[in-house]
């Protein structure tokens, strides 16, 4: 791992790692300090940029005739799903699939957690067949913390309950990086639901170390307490959250997730908090609008912006693979 990389360096003064997918070099891959990757906290400034190095050299792989490379071959991976998931379920499997691993699919439905086995049962279970690691999403924070603790295998978090969703928040700072050629300096807005989203505390974390100027915007009812203490600034005025911004980060409205009342109406919360083509205007000319997924359209995001020129929604998922290749290469470099 480089022993001193500037967080606020651009694409253009970042070296290419020098990534080998080639079989039996992962001896000599770059260790992630932790076992697991849980949250965001759990990397420094410089693991994040050998991540994003990392995911910028496994897009190449993509682009193959044959998109397959031996370098997880021999590994087992557990995807355990108890979490509806398209985008990051999918990507993981095709990630693990480029890299030659050996992947099981484990959904709540159709598993023993069916029949009321405890989700500790279950990993305990899943952890006497020896995989190497483990993917979970779960609707509880801290599942994959516990799965951690429970398991040799290394565990990586695809989004627990509202806390964090780590690879998330990595695909979406390549996707930064890759258009605005750096991140620190930038003015990156995110809007929504700030109070329910586990998108919105791995970005900040990510962020802010890597010297980004976060501004977070939402409903009075929606907001998150003690944002500031990151080093954030926070408005309710979907406008000056707009004004010259370089990013625009939209985050979905979590219905599932909200058992009150957090506005009036689908429609209210369109025209107050909606991103329109005539509030998008305020941004900076070459802004970026982004989004998790799924998308609420026209209730967080009008279709002529999700689909017109200045969305990298798409190239957000794209970004998903190569990012979840690199996270796996290199949590499995430290598998002894
Ligand atoms: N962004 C995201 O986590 O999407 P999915 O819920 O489809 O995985």
């Given at each position: 791992?480089?022993?001193?990389?500037?967080?606020?360096?651009?694409?253009?003064?970042?070296?290419?790692?020098?990534?080998?997918?080639?079989?039996?070099?992962?001896?000599?891959?770059?260790?992630?300090?932790?076992?697991?990757?849980?949250?965001?906290?759990?990397?420094?400034?410089?693991?994040?940029?050998?991540?994003?190095?990392?995911?910028?050299?496994?897009?190449?792989?993509?682009?193959?005739?044959?998109?397959?490379?031996?370098?997880?071959?021999?590994?087992?991976?557990?995807?355990?799903?108890?979490?509806?998931?398209?985008?990051?379920?999918?990507?993981?499997?095709?990630?693990?699939?480029?890299?030659?691993?050996?992947?099981?699919?484990?959904?709540?439905?159709?598993?023993?957690?069916?029949?009321?086995?405890?989700?500790?049962?279950?990993?305990?279970?899943?952890?006497?067949?020896?995989?190497?690691?483990?993917?979970?999403?779960?609707?509880?924070?801290?599942?994959?913390?516990?799965?951690?603790?429970?398991?040799?295998?290394?565990?990586?978090?695809?989004?627990?309950?509202?806390?964090?969703?780590?690879?998330?928040?990595?695909?979406?700072?390549?996707?930064i990086?890759?258009?605005k050629?750096k991140i620190a300096g930038l003015k990156v807005s995110i809007i929504?639901?700030?109070?329910?989203?586990?998108?919105?505390?791995?970005?900040?974390?990510?962020l802010r170390?890597?010297g980004a100027d976060v501004c977070v915007c939402?409903?009075?009812?929606?907001?998150?307490?003690?944002?500031?203490?990151?080093?954030v600034r926070?408005t309710?005025?979907?406008?000056e959250a707009v004004e010259g911004a370089d990013v625009i980060m939209?985050?979905?409205?979590?219905?599932?997730?909200?058992?009150?009342?957090?506005?009036?109406?689908?429609?209210?919360?369109?025209?107050?908090?909606?991103?329109?083509?005539?509030?998008?205007?305020r941004a900076e000319t070459d802004a970026i609008?982004?989004?998790?997924?799924?998308?609420?359209?026209?209730?967080?995001?009008?279709?002529?912006?999700?689909?017109?020129?200045?969305?990298?929604?798409?190239?957000?998922?794209?970004?998903?693979?190569?990012?979840?290749?690199?996270?796996?290469?290199?949590?499995?470099?430290?598998?002894?």
């Amino acid at each position: 791992m480089p022993s001193t990389v500037n967080p606020h360096r651009g694409v253009a003064d970042v070296p290419k790692t020098p990534v080998s997918v080639a079989p039996g070099l992962l001896d000599e891959v770059p260790r992630l300090r932790t076992k697991d990757l849980l949250s965001i906290a759990d990397l420094s400034a410089d693991e994040i940029l050998l991540i994003l190095d990392t995911a910028e050299a496994m897009k190449e792989v993509g682009t193959r005739s044959i998109k397959k490379v031996p370098a997880l071959r021999g590994r087992t991976v557990l995807n355990l799903f108890f979490e509806a998931s398209t985008r990051t379920r999918t990507s993981f499997e095709v990630a693990q699939k480029r890299l030659s691993a050996d992947t099981v699919n484990i959904a709540a439905n159709g598993s023993s957690v069916a029949k009321g086995e405890t989700l500790a049962d279950t990993v305990l279970n899943l952890e006497a067949m020896a995989p190497d690691m483990i993917v979970v999403r779960h609707a509880s924070a801290g599942a994959g913390h516990l799965v951690g603790r429970l398991c040799k295998a290394r565990v990586i978090n695809a989004g627990d309950g509202m806390h964090e969703h780590p690879t998330q928040a990595l695909l979406d700072a390549l996707t930064i990086r890759e258009r605005k050629g750096k991140i620190a300096g930038l003015k990156v807005s995110i809007i929504g639901d700030l109070l329910h989203s586990r998108v919105l505390r791995s970005n900040v974390l990510l962020l802010r170390l890597l010297g980004a100027d976060v501004c977070v915007c939402g409903p009075a009812t929606m907001m998150l307490p003690g944002m500031s203490r990151l080093g954030v600034r926070v408005t309710n005025s979907i406008d000056e959250a707009v004004e010259g911004a370089d990013v625009i980060m939209l985050l979905r409205i979590q219905l599932e997730r909200m058992d009150g009342y957090f506005f009036p109406s689908r429609r209210e919360y369109f025209r107050l908090f909606g991103m329109t083509p005539e509030r998008l205007s305020r941004a900076e000319t070459d802004a970026i609008i982004m989004h998790p997924g799924p998308l609420n359209r026209g209730v967080e995001i009008a279709s002529e912006v999700a689909d017109g020129p200045y969305s990298v929604i798409l190239d957000q998922v794209a970004n998903g693979v190569a990012v979840r290749m690199a996270v796996l290469y290199l949590l499995a470099g430290g598998v002894q």
